[in-house]
């Protein structure tokens, strides 16, 4: 599990600075987040290699479909240097 806490300032240019009342003129902001990695098995008994096989084709398909989820789109070489 993994925490990230940042504090964020802000104020009105000049304002947020007086003596006194600058406080109305200023915003500070806590942010808090949390995450966590978490990790499901999943035992497959193997009874002979074609059975291994098999399995091993059925992950990758579905690791690809969430890799292709989670990854930007892909940029196109030739426009980039076109560019």
Same mark, same amino acid.
């Given at each position: 599990?993994?925490?990230?806490? *940042?504090? *964020?300032?802000?104020?009105?240019? &000049? ?17 808090? *987040? ?5 990790? &499901? ?41 076109? *560019?």
């Amino acid at each position: 599990m993994q925490n990230q806490t *940042r504090n *964020r300032k802000s104020s009105v240019p &000049l304002l947020g600075n007086l003596p006194l009342i600058g406080g109305l003129f200023r915003h500070e902001q806590k942010v808090t *987040r949390k995450s966590e990695l978490v990790i &499901l098995l999943r035992p497959i008994v193997v009874d002979n290699d074609n059975v291994w096989v098999d399995e091993m084709q059925k992950v990758t398909k579905r690791f690809g479909k969430i890799t292709q989820l989670d990854s930007p789109p892909m940029v196109n070489d030739a426009a980039v240097k076109s *560019r």
